[in-house]
């Protein structure tokens, strides 16, 4: 497929139980080996508290910006094929631990609402574990409502996040 045809996705990807920053890296490396998978860039470690459900251990958060040939339904599939390879199961309660959470947050400029994706992602302009990542990433960006990323972190009054480590996606590979 012609690079024209490629579209620019974000992703949000976060981690609580193991090693999240081992698995958040493990999930890039897979993302960044994927042949539908170009240009991966992605930002900063964050660490956050838990939203939802308290008692759990605070999560590792990054987002991933990359260019891909898949369409929004094929590359949600693919996320959440990823997501299970790296040992997430889905039952237990809905906001609590987890191994790995890989979340389509945008994907180029398209607005989707149907019963199995919504985009841009629901949740991610009232969640700061997304929005520093992204910000890092795209700190000029304009959403597809016209809000502008900044004005949206500077309002967010979510959880409080933290700077944790850079991470790496080897360019070699």
Same mark, same amino acid.
């Given at each position: 497929?012609p690079?024209?045809?490629?579209?620019l996705a974000?992703?949000?990807l976060? &981690?609580?139980? #193991?090693d +999240? &920053?081992q698995?958040i890296q493990?999930?890039?490396?897979q $993302?960044?080996?994927?042949?539908d998978?170009?240009?991966?860039? *992605?930002?900063s470690?964050?660490?956050s508290? +838990?939203? #939802?459900y308290?008692?759990?251990p605070?999560f590792?958060?990054?987002v991933?910006r990359?260019?891909t040939? $898949?369409?929004? @339904?094929?590359l949600?599939?693919? $996320?959440?094929?990823?997501?299970s390879a790296?040992g997430r /199961?889905r039952?237990? @309660?809905?906001?609590?631990?987890r191994v790995?959470?890989?979340? $389509?947050? @945008?994907?180029?400029? &398209? /607005?989707?609402?149907s019963?199995?994706?919504?985009?841009p992602?629901?949740r991610m302009?009232?969640?700061?574990f *997304? @929005?520093e990542?992204?910000?890092?990433?795209?700190g000029?960006m304009?959403?597809p409502?016209g809000?502008?990323l900044?004005?949206?972190v500077?309002?967010?009054k979510d959880?409080r996040?933290s700077?944790e480590?850079?991470?790496?996606?080897? +360019?070699?590979m």
């Amino acid at each position: 497929m012609p690079d024209s045809e490629r579209v620019l996705a974000w992703i949000g990807l976060g &981690a609580n139980l #193991g090693d +999240p &920053a081992q698995t958040i890296q493990a999930a890039l490396d897979q $993302l960044h080996g994927h042949p539908d998978v170009h240009a991966l860039v *992605v930002s900063s470690l964050y660490r956050s508290e +838990p939203v #939802g459900y308290d008692a759990q251990p605070d999560f590792l958060n990054a987002v991933a910006r990359f260019e891909t040939d $898949l369409k929004p @339904l094929a590359l949600l599939e693919m $996320l959440l094929d990823l997501e299970s390879a790296l040992g997430r /199961t889905r039952s237990g @309660l809905r906001f609590g631990p987890r191994v790995i959470d890989l979340d $389509l947050l @945008l994907y180029g400029d &398209a /607005t989707i609402e149907s019963a199995r994706l919504s985009i841009p992602h629901p949740r991610m302009l009232v969640r700061r574990f *997304v @929005l520093e990542p992204l910000a890092e990433l795209e700190g000029d960006m304009i959403f597809p409502d016209g809000s502008r990323l900044l004005s949206v972190v500077r309002r967010c009054k979510d959880q409080r996040v933290s700077q944790e480590a850079v991470l790496s996606v080897d +360019p070699t590979m």
